[in-house]
């Protein structure tokens, strides 16, 4: 049986924290937040709402599970405007996601994982024009689904922020 807490740290996660299911709650709020379009991704790829499902699928696709781990890459930065540092560190967070998802995958497990950040798997997506490329590797970001990241780190004694001098990605698993 694998162990999603050792293999998520093997693929280069910083932490890889008990997640407790019951305490996930799916907030209206946060999808209003995502209607804002501050990250700039709302109706522009099947990973996101509107076209990733309502808050209650997620809730109950959630239900279906009953552990969980909350996942970060927390990588260094000169200060809070340092947007090169970040970007790299999104983007060794995705490499990770990938290459821990894919492992789950290809050996079988049953599991939902929730990204740090929109799909950018496709240099262009196909929404809303034509199916998902990856349908198999589609997963939605934590936000997506209505969770308040924070929160979910703060309920579950997990640190959300480490300084202005690190940036933290948080996404997270659940499985059986
Ligand atoms: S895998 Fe490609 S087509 Fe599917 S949501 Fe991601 S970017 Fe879009």
């Given amino acids: 049986m694998t162990d999603f807490r050792s293999l998520a740290l093997e693929c280069g996660f910083t932490t890889a924290e008990k997640l407790d299911v019951s305490t996930l709650k799916f907030l209206s709020d946060v999808r209003s937040m995502c209607a804002a379009d501050r990250c700039m991704s709302y109706g522009k790829t099947w990973s996101c709402p509107p076209a990733c499902g309502e808050l209650d699928y997620w809730e109950e696709r959630c239900k279906a599970f009953s552990k969980g781990l909350i996942l970060q890459t927390v990588g260094e930065r000169e200060d809070s405007y340092d947007f090169e540092a970040m970007m790299e560190v999104a983007e060794e967070n995705k490499k990770q996601f990938e290459r821990y998802?894919?492992?789950?995958r290809e050996k079988g497990e049953d599991f939902l994982?929730?990204?740090?950040?929109?799909?950018?798997?496709?240099?262009?997506?196909?929404?809303?024009?034509?199916p998902c490329r990856f349908p198999e590797k589609l997963y939605p970001s934590m936000e997506a689904c209505g969770l308040f990241v924070s929160g979910v780190c703060m309920d579950n004694g997990v640190k959300y922020y480490y300084g202005d001098d690190k940036i933290a990605y948080t996404c997270c698993i659940l499985f059986n």
């Fill in 101 to 104: 998802t894919d492992i789950l």
């Fill in 113 to 130: 994982a929730m990204s740090a950040g929109t799909c950018t798997r496709c240099e262009k997506c196909t929404y809303p024009d034509a």
